[in-house]
């Protein structure tokens, strides 16, 4: 050691200096949501990943045991969860859509009749984020005065906007009326460039008429799917519902990422991206599906070539990928029962049906149920204004007839929500975590484990860990390396974030910092 290394060492033990480093800061944060993908789709297919899933779970933070703990676990409310760290009580956002008390309409949780779609259908009604009450995190980055850029990418209206939040750039997403990538008044008035340039190259269309094959298929092996109708496979239906939908998402990130620079100036850009076509797919032929294998191990691929994209584009070491998915799904009921398991359908309309029945015979015949939403019912307040009965009172009766009805496990009233009165395990907790006043409907129905309100197919939104249990992965920049077993929640992500950002966390944000990932 050189004299005046020696020198220099002993100078900073004299004066008790702790050198503390500088935490390593990422210009670009990837949010990325696989909707409808379950935790042990990682530990299933785990054999087949060797791309993107596969450097996530070697080189990342894992966490085995996230939850979603608010019911309902659908898209809208999961994907704002992810940058907001907000339970829907919070957030206001309750769900993909609900019962718009003021105007008596069913709305979504994007939809905003003051705006227009640009680049789709002329005039058509657009979305915006106008009903989340809350900010995300990249809200905040930009209210701290950074220079983000953040866009949000999805097939879906909601998946794009709620993770981008107010500030947002943009939000992109399809609309299959036009098979167009679109946006909203609410961001723009027209199109950027690098957008009309992938709507001129007809995203949908160069997947007209091909046949979804297994990732490993040998010559001679069939076809999952055509999307020509009257083939000797299935019809695919869209192609929003095989892994093709994935690919013009993944090629529409890539172009953001180049077109505007993302994670290449000042400041910490965010790109939002959720893959939708999991959750299409995994809804038609549920989670035990060769399928959903398959999409699932494409994806694995998909993210290699993004990730490949990003590290050239915006220089290894600048990108900090968080992970997760907005929430799992129910097995087919059908394969359950093959299998000696729980599990069957339930009739959402049926159901509205016994509630109505039962308040017609006791306080008078009527149109009891303004609205019903994936088996939560909505009170027509004039029908009980008419017979002088007291919304209370008639939530009740609504609740006793639900009760009554066969694999209804719980039922909340809004009047029990309100005053506090509902149990105090897990899945009332849940309950009460998605419940928001202005917004909630009177009746609230919980099935039985594996029944689910879907008339084909599978579905989600309950509190039961098959909905609930999703991945959780943060990779690159300023992330250590880790396993981590502990029950952690996805309201957990936004505040962490803001901790390795030194940024406030979002104003809903409910969730701990996950220390264990900080490096
Ligand atoms: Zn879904």
């Known amino acids: 050691m050189s004299r005046l290394l020696v020198l220099l060492a002993c100078s900073l033990s004299l004066v008790g200096q702790t050198v503390r480093k500088a935490p390593l800061r990422p210009k670009l944060i990837v949010a990325l949501m696989i909707d409808q993908f379950r935790y042990d789709y990682l530990v299933k297919f785990r054999a087949d990943y060797h791309e993107g899933l596969a450097r996530l779970l070697d080189e990342g933070a894992v966490f085995t045991n996230a939850h979603h703990d608010f019911f309902p676990t659908v898209t809208a409310v999961g994907h704002t969860s992810l940058m907001t760290g907000a339970s829907p009580s919070v957030s206001g956002i309750i769900g993909n859509e609900w019962y718009d008390r003021s105007t008596k309409l069913p709305v979504t949780s994007v939809s905003d009749e003051n705006t227009q779609l640009v680049g789709g259908v002329p005039g058509a009604a657009g979305s915006s984020p106008r009903r989340l009450l809350v900010s995300t995190l990249s809200d905040e980055l930009k209210m701290s005065g950074q220079a983000s850029k953040v ?24 609309d299959g009326d036009s098979n167009h990538f679109v946006t909203s008044t609410y961001y723009m008035k027209e199109l950027p460039e690098w957008v009309k340039a992938a ?15 297994p990732f490993d298929a040998k010559p001679g092996d069939k076809a999952f799917c055509s999307m020509i109708n009257g083939a000797d496979v299935r019809y695919c239906g869209s192609f929003e519902a095989t892994p093709f939908g994935n690919e013009m998402l993944e090629d529409l990130a ?4 180049r077109n505007e620079k993302l994670g290449q100036h000042d400041g910490i850009d965010v790109l939002a991206l959720s893959l939708s076509s ?23 691929r ?28 129910a097995p087919l009921p059908e394969v359950n029962q093959a299998r000696n398991m729980p599990g069957g359908r339930l009739d959402a309309a049926a159901l509205g049906r016994s509630i109505n029945d039962a308040l ?17 019912y909505y009170l027509d307040y004039d029908t009980a204004a ?24 719980r ?11 509902v149990g105090p395990d897990w899945v009332s907790r849940a309950v009460a975590l998605g419940f928001y006043e202005p917004r909630a409907a009177d009746v609230i129905v919980v099935a039985e484990p594996y029944y689910i309100f879907a008339a084909s197919g599978t579905s989600h939104s309950t509190p039961y860990i098959y909905d609930s249990h999703v991945p959780v992965i943060f990779y690159g920049t300023g992330i250590q390396p880790a396993v981590i077993y502990d029950r952690v929640a996805v309201t957990d992500i936004a505040p962490t974030l803001a901790a390795l950002l030194g940024t406030e966390p979002p104003s809903g944000s409910s969730g701990k910092v996950l220390k264990e990932v900080l490096r």
């Open 360 to 376: 017609s015979s006791r306080f008078g015949q009527g149109q009891w149920l303004a609205s019903d939403v994936g088996g939560t």
């Open 302 to 329: 998909l993210l290699g070539k993004l990730l490949d994209f990003i590290d050239a584009q915006a220089g290894k070491g600048n990108t900090l990928l968080v992970m997760s998915a907005d929430h799992g799904v």
């Open 386 to 409: 008419k017979f002088k009965v007291r919304i209370e009172e008639a939530q009740n009766i609504a609740a006793a007839a639900a009760r009554a009805f066969p694999h209804v496990a």
């Open 151 to 174: 866009i949000g990418i999805s097939i879906k209206d909601r998946s794009a906007i709620l993770p981008a939040g107010h500030m947002a750039d943009a939000a992109y997403w399809f």
């Open 254 to 257: 890539e172009r953001a990422i």
């Open 411 to 421: 039922v909340y009233t809004k009047g029990q929500l309100l005053r506090g009165e």
């Open 278 to 300: 999991n959750d299409y797919v995994g809804h038609a032929l549920g989670p035990d599906s060769p399928e959903v294998r398959d999409i699932s191990i494409r994806t694995d």
């Open 199 to 213: 709507n001129d190259n007809r995203p949908a269309a160069k997947y007209l008429g091909v046949s979804w094959f």
